[in-house]
């Protein structure tokens, strides 16, 4: 690790001054920003530990929403019991995600934050990355890219986003508030991460010094059909080679609202529009959910080593929604 | 604590087994690094340095967590428990089932396992549910498959996970 200096923040304006200023970043639970550094992927001359700030709050907002405070830790969340019983889909998400070590420690504000495992990105032995380094290239469009996007890439980067929370906080339409010297603002999570295009080093809307207060979920009328899917190379502790969250609003039988988003396949997590429409006045018990998976996965494009997950992505959307349905 | 030249010595208090620990440290040293090479606990390993292994598991404020991915620094004022702080009790009956069950070789995960055995009873006893909890709403079970997920996040290289899990389960089962 490179030198860098260490301040706790006293309070979110302190935080936000400091985190402004050139070669500062802030460290919440650390597991993706210390991991990193270590690795020599990011060196931060300063770091703004926002840690104790008191942002770790989980309430319920009027007309039945909830606020999850940015600094509360991913164990938390997932068991509050608000989040247990009206956003089980958030709470599936998070346990599907790391152990519970890394649970513990980390927290929703650096989970939405945290960076690609993208193995070039990962190791500076490669010069090329254009996440790194921009301009110097992608290492993965031609190198081994199983783990990367089917979804949203460019010739300029391939890597997806690697977080569970993400995909089940954009099926449930989560506002992401920010906050800055400039003031408050709401960011919807489909909107906060970007696409990769010709500048995949700049990953999300917020600005340097801005922090993440808190997460905003609408009322949640997804509580008894919704299922959260995550496949990976081995049954626990690993990232997603492609995750699924599913959401259905029921009304006497028939489906009212659908949310299909997906991990694991693109730069962002990857909601299926066209696929949710399919589904929108069938009945549950006899919705065209094959149709709706086929849907998902139109407009995939593979690389030279990841064409399995787009029948990997088919299959998952097409098991869990009968999870879901169920 | 105030703000430091880069890499300047910070000066900090961890409550590390029940005793306040006075601290000289650069920031970049880890909490694992922390306890091993300044306070000479050598109870928590260092396997992989990268959150990937759980050798390194101590309890924060009651909370296992990889000592490993978390800066000294962040943690003043911390209670920091590592294996030296179990009570004889604690450690005789978790041992005890780790040596009846034959739950490891070489023993280099051993000790992470063991923090690991005693965070998840509590979180049992907490209520806190797993990934492959059936329902998240009512008491959860303590099958072997919720041993197994509670225990990913500690891996052994010596694959010693059928007798873990069997470890695991004696101490749930008197606990
Ligand atoms: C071995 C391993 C396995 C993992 N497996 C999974 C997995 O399966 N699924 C999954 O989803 N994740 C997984 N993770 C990633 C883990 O979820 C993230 O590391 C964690 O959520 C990051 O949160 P943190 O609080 O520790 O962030 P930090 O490391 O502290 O910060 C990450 C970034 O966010 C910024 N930041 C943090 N908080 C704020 C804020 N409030 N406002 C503005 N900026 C902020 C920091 O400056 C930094 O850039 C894994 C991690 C490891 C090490
Ligand atoms: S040494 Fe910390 S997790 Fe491996
Ligand atoms: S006993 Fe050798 S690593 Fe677990």
Redesign the interface.
Known sequence: MLPFSYTRAADGDAAIAAGALPGAKFLAGGTNLVDLMKGGVEAPQALIDISRLPLAGISALQQGGVRIGALARNSDTADHPVIRSRYPLLSRALLSGATPQLRNAATVGGNILQRTRCHYFYDPGFQMCNKRNPGSGCAALEGHNRMHALFGASAHCVATHPSDMCVALSALDALVRLRSAAGERAVAMLDFHRLPGDEPHIETRLVPGELIVSVDLPASSFVKHCAYLKVRDRASFAFALVSVAIALDVREGLIHEARIAMGGVAHKPWRAFGAEQLLVGAPVDAAPFAEAAGAAVEGARALKHNAFKIDLARRAVLRALRIAQS | ????????A?ALVLKVNGADRELQI???V?LLDALRDHLGLTGAKKGC???QC?AC?VL?NG????SC???A??H?GDRIATIESLSAQELRSVQAAFVEHDAFQCGYCTSGQIM?TV??LD?MS??????V?PR??GPIELTDDEI???M??N?CRCGAYPNIVAAVRAVAGES
């Open positions: 604590m105030t703000e430091t030249a880069t890499s300047d910070l650069d920031p970049r880890t340095d990268r959150g759980g598991t924060v909370r296992r967590v990889y991915l978390t800066l620094a962040a003043d690991s965070a998840l979180e907490a209520g806190a549910a797993s990934a909890t998240l709403t197994r997920e509670r990913s996040g891996v």
